[in-house]
């Protein structure tokens, strides 16, 4: 009882560092459970942030909804909001890339502020946005939903994601993670890589990169965030016409 009463009148004189322990209010995650959406259920997970997950079930055209284009005007999850963001104020935000940045800089993790291991991370990041991931989803319309079979078109990611895999091998032949320690970079990569069969390639060809992906996939804040929503996708048939006529032969939607 004593002990209760004087933590009590502890604290009572110190209201600020009792607002400062104040829990964070959860970060809103838009999110469907792919390659891009796991960026963010990783980060989050391995930064241990307070968050609650908005399905946005692409299969469907969620990501049309007004209210979601409000966030993420170019109708593609992640997105986030943060209702603590810069200023205290809320503050939202789309692309996956700029999201890992964000909540690195917000935390202090996995992004370091040291101008030269931020650039090492940097480089990798985009590396992944700007290529991997664009081609790689390439490979996946080609070879798995496309209507018409195109040699050509398969031939041409099959062999551009192949390349790709050879640099990040290269690269991880004499560090263990991309930057050299684990970073967002890394946490970019591993949705994409762990899916090397269905992209036609064969991870023994990439002794290193192989390496890599079973320690990043070892850690259990990465193993929850690509679980998260997994029950989401179950029933959906990418090949179906009607979920096909959502998510293929988008133009510009009227201004
Ligand atoms: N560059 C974007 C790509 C995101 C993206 O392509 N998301 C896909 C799912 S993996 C999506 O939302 N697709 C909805 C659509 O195609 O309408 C990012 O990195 O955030």
Known sequence: ??????????????????????????????YWPTPN???ISIMLEECKLPYTMIPVNISKGEQFK???????????MPAIVDPTGPGKRPISMFESGAILQYLGRKTGKFYPSDERARVEVEQWLFWQIGGLGPMAGQVNHFKHYAREILPY?????????????????????????LAGKYSIADMACVGWTNLWERQ???????PHLKRWLETVKARPAVQRGMALGRELRKGIDMKDPKVQAVLFGQRARAG
């Open 1 to 30: 009882m004593a002990r209760g009463k004087a933590k009590r009148a502890g604290a009572a004189k110190k209201p600020k560092a009792k607002a400062a322990n104040k829990p964070l209010k959860p970060i809103e995650l838009y």
């Open 37 to 39: 959406g796991f960026k």
């Open 153 to 177: 078109a398969i031939a041409r990611y099959v062999d551009e994601v192949n390349r790709l895999y050879g640099v990040m091998n290269i690269r991880l032949k004499d560090r263990e993670f």
């Open 200 to 206: 036609g390639q064969d991870i023994e060809q990439f």
């Open 66 to 76: 007004p209210d979601f284009l409000k966030i993420s005007p170019n109708n593609r």
